[in-house]
């Protein structure tokens, strides 16, 4: 285009022909007018890119998003011997895509405009994982939600120096847990200190208010949880009747 203009304007004002008045102003609009062309009408090479033929293939590749998703499940945890019949999912995306799955026990291949789905006639019984697959023509991405299943550990204080599955159940402290690693605050007034979780658990370190305390008796119950699922659980009872603040750290 540059040559092109040089051209005209030598080719209008040889021999002093030069354009007055309109003739003039046209001239100058016609040079500087703002000519509009399409990015992928503009060529374009690079060695180390050698599919990018033009601009706006460029400009895709430099610009480009790739997709993110992210998912969450409505159950998360329940305690294990429960089954899970119903799970509704919910996820997000960072763009829009042209296809996306739920990997079993999810249904497959779903529209790619939903972004929630009800899934129900479950019969889930163990940890069970949904895996989210977004395609957006150009990659892909995923992203997962388990659902959990677990065993609740329990903590609290109590006077009854012998423990059973009654006592495991009152216990006030209780959680969803895969292992015993914990620190817990006690306020006792004459009671013994209790924790108990599985066997599979494993033995504990105990620290009391900082320093190694061997002071436990460890008993054994065999406990069926309010779900129906019996395992055994060891329960670990301080040695001694306790008063006054006790901070507690299982290791």
């Known amino acids: 285009m540059t040559v092109q203009t040089t051209d005209y304007l030598k080719s209008r004002f040889q021999d002093g022909d030069i354009p007055s008045g309109q003739d003039f102003a046209d001239l100058i609009d016609s040079i500087f007018r703002p000519v509009t062309i ?10 180390g890119y050698p599919a990018i033929a033009n601009v706006q293939q460029a400009l895709d590749t430099l610009l480009y998003v ?7 499940n409505s159950v998360g945890t329940v305690e294990i011997g429960s089954t899970v019949a119903a799970v509704t999912l919910d996820w997000t995306v960072n763009k829009a895509i042209i296809g996306q799955s739920i990997a079993a026990p999810g249904p497959g291949t779903i529209d790619p405009a939903l972004r929630t789905l009800a899934l129900s006639g479950l019969h889930l019984t163990a940890d069970t994982t949904f895996t989210l697959a977004v395609d957006d023509g150009t990659h892909t991405a995923s992203a997962a939600t388990p659902v959990l299943f677990r065993h609740r550990r329990r903590w609290g204080v109590s006077a009854q120096a012998v423990p059973d599955a009654a006592l495991i159940d009152a216990l006030a402290g209780a959680e969803f847990a895969a292992g ?27 620290l009391v208010n900082g320093l190694l305390n061997t002071a436990w ?9 309010p779900s129906g699922y019996t395992a055994n659980f060891d329960v670990y009872r301080s040695q001694f009747l306790q008063s006054g603040g006790q901070q507690v750290v299982v290791q």
Not at 38 to 47: E, F, K, L, M, P
Not at 196 to 206: E, I, L, M, Q
Not at 217 to 225: E, L
């Open 217 to 225: 008796v460890k008993t054994t119950v065999g406990y069926t949880n």
């Open 66 to 72: 790739a997709p993110q998703a992210s998912i969450t």
């Open 38 to 47: 399409a990015a992928d009408h503009v060529t374009y090479g690079n060695d």
């Open 180 to 206: 015993r690693t914990q620190s817990r605050s006690f306020s006792p007034s004459g009671q013994y200190l209790y924790f108990a979780w599985p066997s599979s658990f494993g033995t504990p370190v105990f």
